[in-house]
């Protein structure tokens, strides 16, 4: 009987599982233990976990529910297996289940069973749910100055083309002409409500869940307000049952993220167009383009499309969660553990995806002349026309629009450019034009006019900028 304990105490899982297996005479079957481990994933927040645990045993020695003396072992043997996890020296097996167990069961190994008492007063249902929240809070640090450096290339391309002119599009048909700087403004703008959204779902996140332990609370005197302290957490949850079984703080966390991506699937759609040939505004860098192993003259912009194609997964994280959290009673159920590979494979993708736009933004090569040629094509001052009929004749909007409708078809017929159609021709559409009107039918002047707040005009984009440039760098 007592070599069979000592055996079992070796081979954790070797006959029923040692962390919950007293009531368990068989081991679990393969298959039971393939759908249960969490190690293959959760391994990735080893880090969180020993740092909630140390967190958690030093509350349990101030507060005297372990002593002094095991506390410092625990703390010790906590540290060491850290350190044997980063240098690639612990062994990971799928019979203990998840991270949890890992640690537990190795710290058991290295101080004897005082290791057991590291348990004590918490569950894992609130150490799980702890070291997630710590993981996400980390991955947020992460992503936010990524989305800051994805803002300054940006920021340095606006810069170089405040008067860069190409078409801004409506429908995809050519509308007015914009500044190449203003439209990647709008980009900047996206990216600083990201970083806003990924702020306030730290802000809402960062309760520490720790001490509701299984789901009730426990009669241990634990101190919670203290390891939500020593976990920079702003203060402990209220409910316990709420504690356990929230998984809020991912789900915001992913709409924030597929928001973010779905920003940049709209950056990459556009430059894959503007790389096409038909418009050719921008050349893709060697660095960033790959080539076609049957037809020598592409350039194809893959970064660009699989940033596009990114956002799939990533709005699939979210929608997963969403469905696995749908209808769960309280408090915690098995299902959560499918919470965290979402989350991981979401925080990759938008690593890489921004990443990938901010180098391919930095390495912008415009063909300024292609844009400008797009833009006077398509009557895209006509708008200006018709508000000059309202400015200087005093038309009406709606009349003005009927002239500059019939002015344009003129344009059309000599198959010429608004600016290049002769006055004569437009006297014959409305007597009392005169030659002023020239000075609102280049696409130059029309972004030169549009002055008012959050317009195309160069000087205002250079506005934007500088104000920018306070916030968000
Ligand atoms: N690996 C588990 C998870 O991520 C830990 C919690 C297990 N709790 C339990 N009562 N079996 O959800």
């Not at 005479?25 to 233990?33: D, K, R, V």
């Not at 990971?92 to 590291?118: C, N, Q, W, Y």
């Not at 009107?437 to 250079?462: D, H, I, M, Q």
Request: proline share 4%; hydrophobic share 40%.
């Amino acid at each position: 009987m007592s070599s069979e304990r000592k055996d079992h105490k070796n081979r954790p899982g070797a006959a029923s599982n040692r962390l919950w297996g007293g009531r368990f005479a068989a081991t679990p079957s393969e298959i039971m233990q393939a759908i249960n481990a969490s190690i293959f994933f959760d391994s990735r927040f080893y880090a969180q976990d020993i740092r909630a645990s140390i967190a958690h045993v030093k509350m349990l020695g101030d507060r005297n529910i372990v002593t002094k003396g095991e506390t410092r072992k625990i703390v010790g043997g906590l540290n060491k297996i850290r350190q044997e996890i980063e240098k690639g020296d612990f062994s990971f097996d799928p019979a203990l289940e998840d991270i949890h167990m890992h640690v537990e069961a190795r710290l058991t190994e290295l101080i004897g069973p005082s290791a057991g008492k590291l348990h004590t007063a918490r569950s894992r249902n609130d150490q799980a749910v702890t070291d997630f929240r710590l993981w996400v809070r980390d991955a947020i640090d992460k992503i936010d100055p990524a989305l800051r450096d994805f803002q300054e290339a940006l920021l340095d391309q606006v810069a170089t083309h405040a008067e860069t002119i190409l078409p801004g599009f409506t429908h995809l048909q050519i509308a007015q002409p914009v500044t190449l700087g203003h439209h990647l403004m709008a980009y900047v703008e996206m990216a600083g409500r990201d970083r806003s959204r990924l702020r306030d779902c730290r802000k809402r996140l960062n309760e520490s869940p720790l001490g509701a332990a299984a789901l009730a609370g426990t009669p241990y005197p634990i101190d919670r307000g203290q390891t939500a302290q020593i976990l920079g957490f702003d203060r402990p949850m209220r409910n316990s049952m709420d504690a356990v079984s929230d998984r809020d703080f991912a789900l915001d966390y992913l709409s924030a993220l597929a928001i973010a991506a779905t920003h940049l699937s709209r950056l990459a759609e556009e430059l894959i167009l503007w790389a096409s040939a038909p418009f050719g505004f921008i050349t893709l860098s060697d660095r960033l383009s790959t080539g076609s192993s049957i037809m020598p003259q592409k350039r194809n912009p893959d970064a660009a499309e699989l940033t596009r194609a990114k956002t799939g997964r990533i709005n699939g994280a979210l929608i997963a969660l969403l469905t696995v959290m749908k209808g769960l009673p309280l408090a915690y159920s098995k299902d959560m553990q499918e919470d965290k590979e979402p989350v991981f494979d979401a925080t990759d993708s938008i690593e890489l995806c921004l990443a990938a736009m901010t180098a391919m933004i930095a390495d912008l090569n415009v063909n300024k002349e292609a844009m400008l040629d797009a833009a006077r094509a398509g009557y895209s001052t006509a708008t200006d026309l018709a508000d000059w009929l309202v400015i200087e004749l005093g038309l009406p909007f709606r009349e003005a629009h009927h002239v500059t409708g019939r002015i344009v078809k003129r344009a059309e017929e000599r198959n010429c450019r608004l600016d290049e159609l002769p006055l004569s021709e437009m006297q014959a559409v409305d007597g009392s034009i005169h030659k002023g009107v020239y000075s609102v039918l280049s696409v130059e002047n029309s972004v030169k006019s549009r002055r008012s707040l959050g317009g195309t005009a160069p000087v205002k984009v250079r506005a934007a900028a500088r104000t920018a440039r306070k916030e968000f760098l």
